[in-house]
């Protein structure tokens, strides 16, 4: 069964705490990204990969940080720097290039609250 | 700086009408153009993509494109209460080398019954 996932569904931290949100997928895509999603808000990009051991900083990367150790992981580390990270993340995955090399697929998102 | 504009809604249609959701875009330089619906709670779902000028049909659904005037737009029709959702806008374009999708707020859709 192709697709994204992401864990953990709900995740709760602490002032002061890095957490980590995994994203994994079996699509065999190149390009994965990071968005987060406030309401009333477009999403905003957060850092993206389009091969494995690179990665670039998206529109809003302070206060996060990435690795892409694998084709098929690219967790995120929301780390304590950023001060206002409640919000809905979500990851996607795409393939560069090709005809529909732009198109991008969503894992189910990670929801995250500050205590 | 590349935008997506989205009238937020929400848009009501009833049930069984077409409903038309629109979206502009600033950069003359995008290429492909997305529509996705997100459900309350979830995450965004793919409903098609187009990239030439004109319309392109898949069920009941119909994107068109009109690149002179910077215009996206989705039909839909025999619009049913399950289409009740967000659908997004999004326009991928090149920024600095990278291939950038940029995604507009939404417009809430709501079907009556």
């Known amino acids: 069964d192709g697709g994204i996932t992401q864990s953990p569904k709900y995740l709760f931290r602490k002032e002061g705490q890095n957490v980590t949100l995994s994203c994994e997928q079996n699509l065999n895509h190149d390009a994965m990204y990071w968005y987060r999603q406030d309401p009333g808000q477009g999403l905003r990009l957060i850092y993206y990969?389009?091969?494995?051991?690179?990665?670039q900083k998206g529109d809003i990367a302070e206060g996060y940080s990435v690795s892409r150790e694998k084709k098929e992981s690219f967790p995120l580390t929301v780390t304590s720097a950023q001060k206002n990270p409640t919000a809905f993340y979500l990851c996607?995955?795409?393939?560069?290039?090709?005809?529909?090399?732009?198109?991008?697929?969503f894992g189910p998102g990670t929801r995250l609250t500050v205590l | 700086q590349k935008e997506v504009e989205q009238n937020s809604g929400p848009l009501s249609v009833p049930e069984g009408a077409i409903a038309s959701l629109n979206c502009t875009y600033s950069d003359r330089g995008s290429q492909s153009f997305f529509w996705y619906r997100q459900y309350s709670g979830k995450s965004p779902e793919l409903i098609m993509f187009i990239y030439s000028n004109g319309d392109k049909e898949d069920g009941r659904f119909t994107a068109q494109l009109n690149k002179a005037s910077q215009y996206v737009s989705l039909l839909i029709r025999d619009s049913q209460p399950s289409d009740s959702a967000t659908y997004l806008c999004?326009?991928?374009?090149?920024?600095?080398?990278?291939?950038?999708?940029?995604f507009g707020i939404g417009t809430k859709l709501q079907v009556i019954p």
């Open positions: 990969s389009q091969i494995v051991n690179d990665f």
């Open positions: 999004a326009g991928s374009g090149d920024s600095g080398g990278y291939q950038k999708v940029t």
């Open positions: 996607a995955s795409g393939t560069t290039p090709g005809p529909d090399w732009d198109t991008q697929y």
